[in-house]
């Protein structure tokens, strides 16, 4: 299997993308069917937030709605995923060889950031999820490292999805979705930022996001929504380049950027 496709950092915006894909889900859905099918997919989604590193190991993985007050249509989509108990394990294992402290859920479904972009990518729900939680208190150079200790399993057939959003500024949301307007500058500005730090492999800029783009902070009040980006540029290794399949704007102040990223020659 050629594994330098092997790792996506997808957008899940507001929980509408699940009713409302446009655009962006049509590219996410192109991306998916270029894919060699993979063995799992280990989903990381800043949804299930824990105190260390947690691998989802049930058989059946429940669709958890979430959010409230949304659409009720919403409320009854589902995504019939499957878990992978073995897969799960070789996950903890990798996990472990990096020297983190992993815990095991066997209850734990899919929150919309997980199946959300999975609906829209693979809507038969015909391989094994494996979900993995975001330590948000843990900060961006945790979350390359938990990245960095799936590499192997990338390169021996599974799928790494990290979902997020480029720009996740809830206050600014509430006031967008309430009175409408025009994007903030800052949302294009940031993404562009994230963009240029992505094509020349920056990766200390990008882990000092904070301080070093003049937007980071209120692009991302709390990092739990960027953390999975991270992730996927551990998983990638220093060899990959990160090429953007969707670059747009939705819900007036989500910027739904998604990468792909590829062995460099």
């Not at 997919?41 to 058989?59: D, F, K, L, R």
């Not at 409320?75 to 472990?96: D, F, H, I, N």
């Not at 999820?129 to 990245?147: C, D, E, I, K, Y």
Request: glycine share 8%; net charge negative.
């Amino acid at each position: 299997m050629n594994t330098s496709h092997n790792v996506l950092f997808v957008p899940h915006g507001a929980p509408t993308f699940a009713l409302r894909p446009g655009a962006v889900g049509a590219a996410m859905s192109r991306v998916a069917q270029q894919l060699q099918t993979p063995r799992a997919i280990i989903v990381v989604s800043p949804h299930w937030e824990t105190a260390q590193p947690t691998v989802g190991t049930a058989t059946k993985l429940e669709t958890i709605h979430d959010f409230y007050g949304f659409d009720p249509a919403l409320y009854s989509l589902s995504y019939p995923a499957t878990g992978c108990p073995e897969a799960a394990r070789e996950v903890v294992k990798a996990l472990q060889a990096h020297g983190l402290s992993v815990a095991e859920d066997d209850r734990r479904g899919l929150d919309h950031g997980a199946w959300a972009p999975l609906r829209q990518m693979f809507p038969d729900a015909d391989i094994p999820v494996v979900p993995v939680s975001v330590q948000s208190h843990a900060g961006p150079a945790h979350a390359l490292r938990v990245g960095q200790a799936l590499r192997d399993l990338v390169t021996q057939g599974f799928l790494l999805i990290a979902s997020g959003n480029i720009t996740h500024n809830l206050g600014d949301w509430r006031v967008a979705h309430q009175t409408g307007g025009s994007t903030p500058a800052y949302v294009n500005r940031f993404a562009d930022w994230i963009h240029e730090q992505l094509l020349r492999h920056d990766v200390d800029a990008l882990l000092d996001y904070r301080r070093q783009s003049a937007d980071g902070v209120r692009a991302h009040p709390s990092d739990e929504h960027l953390l999975p980006l991270f992730t996927a540029l551990g998983a990638a290794g220093e060899a990959a380049q990160a090429q953007p399949f969707y670059r747009g704007v939705s819900d007036y102040v989500i910027a739904m950027d998604g990468y792909q990223f590829i062995e460099r020659a």
